[in-house]
């Protein structure tokens, strides 16, 4: 099997908290993998250390095969996985066009013509060419937000991590973000995505993870979850929320 | 016992000299001060032994007086190393010394300020941790730290006036001077005063239009 990102035995503690209590499960290449869950369910959590910005108590996160390992890979690891925050996080002295060339320019070493050229493709097809001048805090939200995935796929990443993309929007923009990484998923882009966005799950998904308390308590494709949902919590939260 | 605006004028023209030397002192000071600062103010939350280096010169420098800095340096160090040191340069180190220790904290608390989502983003960019530094996190926190910056500024004009104790003729120095020639000390420190204050109302608009032109007052 072709898997992208490998996840082995992975817990993590917060100050004796337990927000991840062993969780194993792979991503496939080009695979859309949706992770679901109640709020303090550990999904954010989980997303986070996929990249090591929270770092795994234990267990072993392989990307194309390589166990991560800060100050050796990590770096380099990270600049080939893109990643979106929930509240954007978009560089606010910088107009749009320099936060989305920054990473190519320091990581990658491309030349300032090369990452621009790069980067006025990309706020076209998040539809932002006319905002290459802004400032972020001139932008909406969801106009923010698209920017910052602009930002991550300058990167040309292999895979992109989503931390809840729409939950810091007001409702009216959360269709046009959601637009942008189903186009994304459409040309084959590997992803994983928190949400609660349960319809971009269904729609999107090729296979979706419940969580709860930590734990990994059930995935499938969207179709069997959602349809016929195995485990008990997993029946209890879609009743709630579905 | 009349006021003799006569000695204010006359005394102007040294007054002035002396300030421009306070001037120079405290710019070049703060200038240092920021370099030290900054490194001082990154390295305290660092995670290597350097936080522990930088704790320690921050706390020395801010919980002793000035004063006794400029005596260790001026009186304590050249016989030590069996040469003096001449009076401007060691004003010049124990003001920039002085000043850094406080620019650290300031320097600190305007990278501690900064959300850590901004270091996360530059880091999920594959950024390198100084690259981090100095393309995300400094350049907003030097936003944030203009205004404490300018009190530091206004801090180290009022105490480099200190520094006439080891016989540098700074705007205080000049002052006692004269005072010694003329014996009208109302007149003298009544200017020397609106020396200072013209000075530090100076810098202030200085700092505000800084302020200004980046943003800081939304």
Known sequence: MDYIIEVKDLTKEFGGVHALKGISTQVETGEVVVVIGPSGSGKSTFLRCLNYLEVPTTGVIRFQGEPIIPNSNLQRIRSEMGMVFQRFHLFPHMKVMDNVTLGPLRSLGQNKAEASQRALELLAKVGLSDKAQSYPDQLSGGQQQRVAIARALAMRPKVMLFDEPTSALDPEMIGEVLEVMKALAKEGMTMVVVTHEMGFAKEVGDRVLFMDEGLLVEENTPAALFGNPENPRTQSFLSKIL | ?218
């Open chain 2, 1 to 218: 016992m009349d006021f003799r605006w006569d000695l204010v004028w006359q005394s102007m023209p040294l007054l002035l000299e002396g300030a421009w030397l306070t001037i120079r002192l405290t710019s070049v000071s703060v200038f240092f001060g920021i370099l030290i600062g900054t490194a001082a103010g990154m390295a305290r939350i660092a995670k290597g032994p350097q936080r522990y280096a930088a704790a320690a010169y921050i706390d020395f420098m801010r919980g002793t007086p000035l004063l006794v800095q400029i005596f260790l340096i001026y009186y304590g160090i050249p016989p030590l190393i069996d040469r003096p040191i001449p009076a401007y340069l060691a004003a010049l180190l124990a003001l920039s010394l002085n000043s850094g220790a406080y620019v650290a904290e300031i320097v600190r608390a305007g990278i501690q300020s900064i959300d850590k989502g901004q270091r996360e983003a530059a880091q999920s960019l594959g950024l390198s941790t100084w690259d981090t530094m100095r393309f995300v996190i400094l350049p907003q926190a030097f936003r944030r730290i203009v205004p404490p910056l300018g009190n530091e500024f206004i801090a180290l004009l009022k105490d480099s006036s200190l520094v006439s104790v080891i016989a540098l003729e700074e705007l205080v120095r000049k002052a006692q001077i004269i005072i010694g020639r003329t014996f009208r000390p109302f007149e003298l420190w009544l200017a020397v005063a609106i020396v200072f204050l013209i000075m530090t109302i100076s810098i202030s608009r200085l700092v505000n239009a800084v302020e200004k032109r980046l943003k800081v007052v939304e």
